[in-house]
């Protein structure tokens, strides 16, 4: 294998008159062990992408050309191939994979940037996708911006308010993807407010509610405090209880006013002129190449192209998407006893976020089980306690529970509804569509101790294969410290795809330590 020396960078396309999209060499994983990384001199604004196999590498930035890796920070996890960065500051910056002995390997890599000012303040690259652009199939712009209406009194209170925001417009023909990462707008004040209620559904630019038969949602990965869920079953999010006194989701608004805090990873699929055989390739993202499925993985989001969605309709014009985000809240000064809620997200894949189904009898279950501790990313020193539970499945899915490991009683459960409506188009009740999840109230709260173990458990139909499907599991917390007081001065565990974590929960900016009172 020629893979010793790497020639040089692949220039693939000129986004502008000084920004290029670079590549790592010409082939299907160009980050990899055996390979000798020239320096590559890149400019303000250049992107450059990783490809690597799933399950096999990350990519960290660490700060010296050196394979000491203590202080290495992760940008991409296993799943998060290809991988594209966003060179915005001057310098000198290095890369490394931190899975054992592949540094060693020869996965370190400088770039060197040089040319023109900043775009931004931020001293080192964005993260600016986890999908190459793929002009004509994949689509990945924008059309319009993201947008929130002025904040609605709430009939019958002088203290609680509505927001209805609008994301950016996606455009897509029948049979096109996307998946990609859009700013949203910020619907919250500069003050700290307790979160009562979030809805969320996609419609078009008409406002007209969009039907799962027509645009499927795969996933929605962001900040909690923004979308009410983590896909298909965000409509269900429509006619959710909120979550009634003395608990709340109290959050530092002004946190919100860096758009780069308000990131959203939407991965819809328009599905209008898929035939019926093909719509389970095309929803699931099934894999078509060998060399995959040769390493065990059948469907997911890296396999989700249009070559999956072959439609009849596919030269029709495209219309526009939006995610539509809702928002009640009230200030949080005033609020007398208030009980803080936190919620955390937990991954049955443990932080592979997906995995394959495979058909087995008729009338089988599929269970997937997963044992941690619910404060492993955020470890705590005293009682914490939960008191709702909402899980996240794909078609296919039945149930998800959450088990006391040590006693064995089942903590709450989640379970996944299926539209019964007569036609496929009818938004809510699309028919064999998972449209909800359940969600299940534990008051008072299950107590946990800190670094007490749960064990998490997902079931599918097995009946027919069901490939790249989730399992994630949103439990609502209380007597959380948002400080992770147990970890110390540690850095935060860098498994799987971790990024997803910290994505949910959003940074230290936004969260509010539990108070009597807040101001």
């Known amino acids: 294998m020629e893979a010793a020396t790497l020639l040089g960078v692949l220039l693939i396309a000129a986004l ?148 209805s925001c609008l ?15 859009y700013t949203m707008a910020n619907p919250y004040p500069d003050k700290v407010v307790a979160v009562i209620s979030q809805q969320s559904q996609i419609v078009d630019a008409n406002g007209r509610q969009v039907p799962l038969s027509e645009v499927y949602c795969h996933h ?45 990873n939407i991965h819809i699929i328009n599905t209008a002129g898929v035939a019926s055989y093909n719509m389970a390739p095309c929803i699931e993202c099934w894999c078509r190449n060998p060399a995959d499925q040769a390493r065990d993985f059948y469907g997911g989001t890296a396999c989700c192209t249009p070559r ?19 928002v009640t809240y009230r200030y949080a000064h005033g609020i007398e006893d208030a009980v803080q809620v936190h919620p955390q997200l937990l991954d049955v894949a443990d932080g592979n976020v997906e995995y394959d189904v495979h058909r087995a009898e008729p009338g089988s279950v599929d269970v997937k089980t997963s044992v941690t501790s619910i404060d492993a990313q955020c470890p705590q020193i005293a009682p914490f306690g939960v008191m709702r539970c909402l ?55 299950y107590q946990l101790r800190p670094g007490q173990n749960v064990t998490l458990v997902s079931r599918y139909d097995s009946s027919v294969d069901h490939f790249g499907v989730m399992a994630l599991y949103i439990p ?17 565990p860098s498994q799987g795809a971790r990024n997803i974590f910290e994505t949910f929960q959003a940074a230290q900016g936004s969260l509010v330590p539990n108070s009597p009172s807040y101001k």
């Open 220 to 264: 929605f990965f962001g900040s909690s405090s923004l979308i009410a869920g983590e896909g298909a079953e965000i409509r269900g999010s429509m006619d959710r209880a909120p979550l009634l006194p003395p608990y709340y989701n109290i959050i530092n608004g002004s946190y919100y006013a860096d758009p780069s805090t308000r990131l959203v």
């Open 476 to 492: 609502l917390l209380v007597d959380w410290d948002p400080a992770c007081p147990g970890r110390g001065t540690a850095p935060a």
């Open 16 to 163: 502008a008159a000084e920004a290029a999209v670079l590549q790592l060499g010409a082939g299907r994983e160009t980050w990899t062990t055996g390979i000798r990384y020239p320096v590559i001199h890149a400019h303000i604004n250049d992107t450059l992408v990783f490809k690597y196999g799933r399950g096999e590498h990350n990519v960290a930035q660490v700060g010296e050309p050196s394979c000491n890796l203590t202080a290495a920070r992760q940008l991409a996890g296993v799943t998060e191939s290809p991988f594209i960065l966003r060179f915005h500051q001057t310098g000198t910056f290095y890369y490394a994979c931190t899975i054992p002995g592949h540094c060693e390997a020869g996965m370190l890599l400088t770039v060197e940037v040089t040319g023109g000012e900043p775009l931004a303040p931020a001293p080192d690259p964005e993260v600016v996708a986890t999908s190459v652009p793929t002009p004509g199939n994949v689509m990945q712009s924008t059309q319009g911006g993201s947008a929130c209406a002025p904040p609605v009194l709430v009939q019958g209170t002088n203290v609680t308010f509505h927001v």
């Open 308 to 326: 999956n969605c072959q439609s009849l309709l596919s030269n029709n014009t495209a219309t526009v998407y939006k995610l539509q985000y809702n």
């Open 167 to 181: 994301g950016p417009g996606i455009p897509l023909q029948p049979g096109q993807v996307t998946n990609d990462f």
């Open 391 to 445: 899980g996240h499945q794909h078609i296919g899915g039945i149930c998800m529970e959450l088990y006391d490991t040590i006693s064995g009683a089942l903590i709450c459960n989640s379970c996944a509804m299926y539209g019964n409506s007569s036609s496929v188009a009818d938004p809510g009740q699309e028919h064999g569509y998972l449209v909800k999840m359940t969600d299940d109230t534990i008051i008072p709260p």
